[in-house]
């Protein structure tokens, strides 16, 4: 943890999207107490932050008995179903773009869809799913010629800082890469924490990263090694892993399974 820019609430919604989803969607709140402490977050900031959460209509709380129940609203659960195409399917290069003129675009549309702003009102990305939900005019765009222009056009995100950043993700995991490599087992927790924490930074990461094609980003471009880095490494730790979520973890109905369809399509995925 040291060094993360990790907040209660952060980490609370990448424990869900990569622990509680793929198992039912709803956790107990002891539960996420108890996996929040073992990285450095107290129960007063746990409990403070799923309150906010729910204010904020991003958690859903329901009570059974004396224990609380937490899962992801509706919305938010759609949007971390895209990341999970981005975190686990096989990468696909973008082969078209969406033009948008959006008078009314917030701020927090322009980041979910990594959108860069031509001038004014009109909006760039490569093309996204769901995209019909932002108020706005939109054009579907492909690329006819392009020549040195599409890495000029690539200028319009800030790609030298978001590369520093994916080096700072790859000198943060690598050693326990290499640890794994060298045939040094970890204790289950330990596998289950280092993978949310990869999972975690990586997720943050591709918030930002607008996913252009190959053919616009730079020679050597660090966000595919990252990629690949993020795969071989979360692969790598999921056995071990995923045989602790049942022992550490509970949701309304006991404790959450080891392994779900989900998980094992994931797992596929990331081959």
């Known amino acids: 943890m040291d060094g993360l820019p990790v907040t209660a609430a952060s980490l609370i919604l990448s424990i869900y999207c990569d622990i509680v989803l793929p198992r039912g969607g709803v956790l107990w709140m002891g539960s996420l107490i108890d996996i929040c402490d073992r990285l450095g977050i107290r129960e007063n900031l746990v409990r403070t932050a799923a309150s906010r959460m729910v204010s904020a209509g991003r958690l859903q709380g329901q009570r059974v008995g004396r224990r609380s129940f937490y899962q992801l609203a509706p919305s938010l659960e759609e949007e971390f179903s895209e990341t999970d195409q981005l975190l686990y399917a096989p990468y696909a290069d973008p082969t078209a773009w969406t033009l948008?003129?959006?008078?009314?675009?917030?701020?927090?549309?322009?980041?979910?869809?990594?959108?860069?702003?031509?001038?004014?009102?009109?909006?760039?990305?490569?093309?996204?799913?769901?995209?019909?939900?932002?108020?706005?005019?939109?054009?579907?765009?492909?690329?006819?010629?392009?020549?040195?222009?599409?890495?000029?056009?690539?200028?319009?995100?800030?790609?030298?800082?978001?590369?520093?950043?994916?080096?700072?993700?790859?000198?943060?995991?690598?050693?326990?890469?290499?640890?794994?490599?060298?045939?040094?087992?970890?204790?289950?927790?330990?596998?289950?924490?280092?993978?949310?924490?990869?999972?975690?930074?990586?997720?943050?990461?591709?918030?930002?990263?607008?996913?252009?094609?190959?053919?616009?980003?730079?020679?050597?471009?660090?966000?595919?090694?990252?990629?690949?880095?993020?795969?071989?490494?979360?692969?790598?730790?999921?056995?071990?892993?995923?045989?602790?979520?049942?022992?550490?973890?509970?949701?309304?109905?006991?404790?959450l399974a080891a392994q779900t369809d989900q998980v094992k399509a994931r797992m596929v995925a990331l081959q």
């Open 100 to 255: 948008t003129f959006a008078p009314d675009l917030t701020e927090r549309e322009a980041r979910r869809y990594r959108m860069a702003r031509i001038g004014g009102d009109v909006w760039l990305c490569p093309e996204r799913p769901n995209m019909h939900q932002i108020d706005g005019v939109m054009f579907r765009a492909e690329v006819v010629t392009s020549g040195e222009s599409l890495a000029r056009l690539a200028m319009l995100w800030d790609l030298e800082t978001l590369a520093s950043q994916y080096d700072a993700m790859l000198a943060r995991f690598d050693g326990l890469d290499g640890r794994i490599r060298d045939g040094c087992d970890l204790e289950p927790e330990d596998a289950l924490i280092a993978r949310l924490l990869l999972a975690h930074v990586y997720r943050e990461l591709l918030a930002s990263d607008p996913g252009l094609p190959v053919a616009a980003l730079p020679p050597e471009w660090r966000g595919s090694r990252a990629r690949r880095f993020f795969r071989a490494l979360y692969a790598a730790l999921s056995p071990v892993a995923d045989a602790h979520v049942a022992c550490m973890l509970q949701g309304r109905d006991g404790p």
